[in-house]
């Protein structure tokens, strides 16, 4: 079934109402979106909207990370919008491309939010990254193929990343929330 088009001031909307502690942040993005400027290029130096993915295998048990290569840090899959606002549709082309991972498919709901500083780089300034995070999950097949974006990827037990001091603090909170949205599932 195809999902609605997507509507990025709708979604965070959506978001906030279902997270309702993170009201800040989404009228952060909803302002920046809001502003001057082509938000979704990465020719707009201030910042621009990114795409990510929060991968997740069939048993809902492990997340796809990869060990950035660039930034040297494990982190969920994702990229640039280059010009494209369907931001569901960057965090599912930036998962399959970045994967190699077939039968993916991506839920319509926002799952993470996150605006963090990117360092300077070359001729490239510091700037602003919007990250918007979707789940997306694997098919049959969980095989993938590392990317030259990648220097690896590693199938990683959620429950494990919560408390793993070393990585992101916005990794290990969108371990908290799917762990929390698990058994609030299994409830159901």
């Known amino acids: 079934m195809p999902h609605a088009p997507f509507d990025l001031q709708a979604a965070l909307e959506d978001f906030a109402r279902r997270w ?17 400027g082509a938000v979704f290029e990465r020719s707009h130096l201030v910042g621009h909207f990114t795409g990510s993915a ?12 990869t060990l950035h ?17 369907d931001l569901r549709a960057v ?6 491309e970045e994967s190699g991972l077939t039968g993916l498919s991506v839920e319509p709901a926002i799952f993470d939010i996150d605006r963090h500083a990117i360092p300077a780089r070359g ?4 700037h602003w990254h919007y990250d918007v995070r979707f789940v997306v999950r694997a098919g049959a097949s969980t095989d993938f193929v590392v990317s ?3 220097s690896a990827l590693a ?14 603090p916005s990794l290990r909170r969108m371990a908290r929330q799917w762990l929390t949205r698990d058994r609030a599932d299994a409830a159901d």
């Open 20 to 36: 309702p502690t993170r009201r800040p942040e989404v009228d952060l993005f909803l302002e920046f979106l809001q502003g001057e």
């Open 155 to 168: 199938w990683r037990e959620v429950a494990e990343l919560v408390d793993e001091d070393s990585l992101d």
């Open 123 to 126: 001729a490239e300034p510091e």
């Open 148 to 150: 030259e974006e990648s």
């Open 54 to 65: 929060w991968i997740v295998d069939p048993s809902g048990q492990r997340s796809l990370l």
């Open 91 to 96: 965090a599912l082309r930036e998962a399959e």
């Open 69 to 85: 290569a660039k930034l040297g840090r494990w982190l969920q899959l994702g990229g640039h919008a280059d010009g494209d606002p």
